[in-house]
T-cell receptor, first 117, second 117 residues
């Protein structure tokens, strides 16, 4: 069974600080996909990134960066120079490759980020 | 707006009443998913459609829940004889066909909040 753990329930930072959201996952599959979603107060889950298990390259997109380490089963998310608009709940998620031919996504419990102006 | 749309966004109902939610996926997406999210938790998988066929149902989907996707386009999720424990946000998502090692991204709607009083 797959599992995603986000140990940080809530984080508060002052605007312009850097912040890292931790994600640890468990899966028995050798091929799987990792995701980060942002959920603002409106409720919509906004897709941020997808990572395939066979691609361990880290990725940077503007102020966002992701560190994928298979050796520690972690997929951490860093926001550089945080802004108030970054305040949201962030979910890490995992999907195995061949769960009945579709992607069944397992989510962590989320990390609520509050950026204080 | 070409994203996943859900209706209604909010529903308050009395215990024992039936409710129905509608989801319109992204037009070229043939895969459609329903998830449920309770306060402080990540979304949990309920069911999955490929075109009009319902191919997977979670054990979370009790007999009071029924989902349909009659023409392979929009989908409905009906809850009969609602209970207070059904209060949650019901999220719909859609994706393109799974592409093996490439995987695919699941895009979520804004969700339908249900409150059973």
């Amino acid at each position: 069974a797959q599992k995603v753990t986000q140990a940080q329930t809530e984080i508060s930072v002052v605007e312009k600080e850097d912040v890292t959201l931790d994600c640890v996952y468990e899966t028995r599959d050798t091929t799987y996909y990792l995701f980060w979603y942002k959920q603002p107060p409106s409720g919509e889950l906004v897709f941020l990134i997808r990572r395939n298990s066979f691609d361990e390259q880290n990725e940077i997109s503007g102020r966002y960066s992701w560190n994928f380490q298979k050796s520690t089963s972690s997929f951490n998310f860093t926001i550089t120079a945080s802004q108030v608009v970054d305040s949201a709940v962030y979910f890490c998620a995992l999907s195995e490759a061949y769960s009945g031919g579709y992607q069944k996504v397992t989510f962590g419990t989320g990390t609520k980020l509050q950026v204080i102006p | 707006d070409t994203g996943v749309s859900q209706d209604p966004r909010h529903k308050i109902t009395k215990r024992g009443q039936n409710v129905t939610f509608r989801c319109d996926p992204i037009s070229e997406h043939n895969r459609l998913y329903w998830y449920r999210q309770t306060l402080g938790q990540g979304p949990e998988f309920l069911t999955y459609f490929q075109n009009e066929a319902q191919l997977e149902k979670s054990r979370l989907l009790s007999d009071r829940f029924s989902a349909e996707r009659p023409k392979g386009s929009f989908s409905t999720l009906e809850i009969q004889r609602t209970e207070q424990g059904d209060s949650a946000m019901y999220l719909c998502a859609s994706s393109l066909p799974f592409l093996g090692r490439s995987g695919n991204t699941i895009y979520f709607g804004e969700g339908s909040w249900l409150t059973v009083v």
